[in-house]
Every structure is written in C-alpha cells, then in structure tokens.
C-alpha cells in the first residue's frame, strides 16, 4: 500500500534550522506532485510548500517563503523540506502529502483537498 514516512522533526532554537524528509513507498514516487502542511494545536492544517512531479515548479505559503525550502529526489522516493530561520510560530506537526493526480502542478496544490495520500506526520518545536 501507498505510505508516506516523515522525519526530522524535533527540538530547535529560534533562528535555527530543520530538515524534514519524506519517504515514499507503494506509488511511483516520481509521478507526483508532493506538499507540506502543519498543524499547531487548535489550528486548521495550513499548506506550506509543494513540488510538481517534475520538480520544476515550487509553491510556498506567504508565511515561509524565503525561509523554507522544498526538494525532492525522486530516485531515493525522498521529498524534504529546509526550514531555516525557525520561528516560534513554525511549532506545528508537519505532514507530507501526495497529490491524488499524476503529472499534475498547478495551483490546487495548495489545498489540502488535492492530495490523496497522507504522513502520519512530525513534531517540530521552536523555543525562543
């Protein structure tokens, strides 16, 4: 079956950084647009970041563009994500998702709803 492994998350200062990686197994990794979302306790889950299936194209929240980082090796079936210039307000669980379309990207990849396969997501805290 499709499952999507995140890890990375943990403990971080302010200011510091983070590496998030994704692992993907039971799909043809290389076929599929991916994104990052988080959820902070009370809070909706909010998009972050998205590739294309390509890699050619990135999408990025407002709140973490400059800052954050989405990759992805198609041959390791890996997508990640750099966080630099953690923020007390980054603390969320961080999820990775996969699109439910092959060989889309486009602007629906930054709704929730485009995407088909879901992580079981990563804690990531930032103090000040």
Same mark, same amino acid.
């Given at each position: 079956?499709?499952?999507?492994?995140? /890890?990375? =998350?943990?403990?971080? #200062? *302010?200011? !510091?950084?983070? &590496?998030?990686?994704? $692992? +993907?197994?039971?799909?043809?990794? %290389?076929?599929? /647009?991916? =994104?990052?979302?988080? #959820? *902070?306790? !009370?809070?909706? &889950?909010?998009?972050? $970041? +998205?590739?294309?299936?390509?890699? %050619?194209?990135?999408?990025?929240?407002?709140?973490?563009?400059?800052?954050?980082?989405?990759?992805?090796?198609? $041959?390791?079936?890996?997508?990640?994500?750099?966080?630099?210039?953690?923020?007390?307000?980054?603390?969320?669980?961080?999820?990775?998702?996969?699109?439910?379309?092959?060989?889309?990207?486009?602007?629906?990849?930054?709704?929730?709803?485009?995407?088909?396969?879901?992580?079981?997501?990563?804690?990531?805290?930032?103090?000040?």
């Amino acid at each position: 079956q499709v499952q999507l492994v995140e /890890s990375g =998350g943990g403990l971080v #200062q *302010a200011g !510091g950084s983070l &590496r998030l990686s994704c $692992a +993907a197994s039971g799909l043809t990794f %290389s076929r599929y /647009s991916m =994104g990052w979302f988080r #959820q *902070a306790p !009370g809070k909706e &889950r909010e998009f972050v $970041a +998205a590739i294309s299936w390509s890699g %050619s194209n990135t999408y990025y929240a407002d709140s973490v563009k400059g800052r954050f980082t989405i990759s992805r090796a198609n $041959a390791k079936n890996t997508v990640y994500l750099q966080m630099k210039s953690l923020k007390p307000e980054d603390a969320a669980v961080y999820y990775c998702a996969a699109d439910s379309t092959v060989y889309y990207s486009g602007g629906n990849l930054y709704s929730r709803h485009e995407y088909g396969v879901w992580g079981q997501g990563t804690h990531v805290t930032v103090s000040s």
